[in-house]
Nanobody, 122 residues
């Protein structure tokens, strides 16, 4: 069973960049498809980025495509989300998640981190 811990959230200004990290322990990291899911105020959870076990294929929600980049380093058991050109609507709690199966923009992950808050000031 894999445990996930996010870090890197915080307060940003419009147009700023932030990088989120998700460190994994336990389990075999490179067997999992991974993703980032966020919960923004007044909205349901949104799967915004996903990546295959080998990092070869990535998926993005329309709301973040072209601004966010998901990546992973299997040697370091770490998942990343590079967020550029942040907007107020990116404010929310960001969760990393893992599943033993196909990658894609889904919310039915098996394992979840505790979340990290990202706030983009107006």
């Amino acid at each position: 069973q894999v445990q996930l811990v996010e870090s890197g959230g915080g307060l940003a200004q419009i147009g700023d960049s932030l990088t989120l990290s998700c460190a994994a322990t336990g389990g075999q990291f490179d067997m999992y498809a991974l993703g980032w899911v966020r919960r923004t105020p007044g909205k349901e959870r949104e799967s915004i980025a996903a990546i295959t076990w080998d990092g070869a294929t990535t998926f993005y929600a329309e709301s973040v495509e072209g601004r966010f980049t998901i990546s992973r380093d299997n040697a370091k058991n770490t998942l990343y989300l590079q967020m550029n050109n942040l907007k107020p609507e990116d404010t929310g709690v960001y969760y990393c998640a893992a599943r033993d199966g196909l990658a894609g923009l889904r919310k039915n992950y098996e394992y979840w981190g505790q979340g990290t808050q990202v706030t983009v000031a107006q």
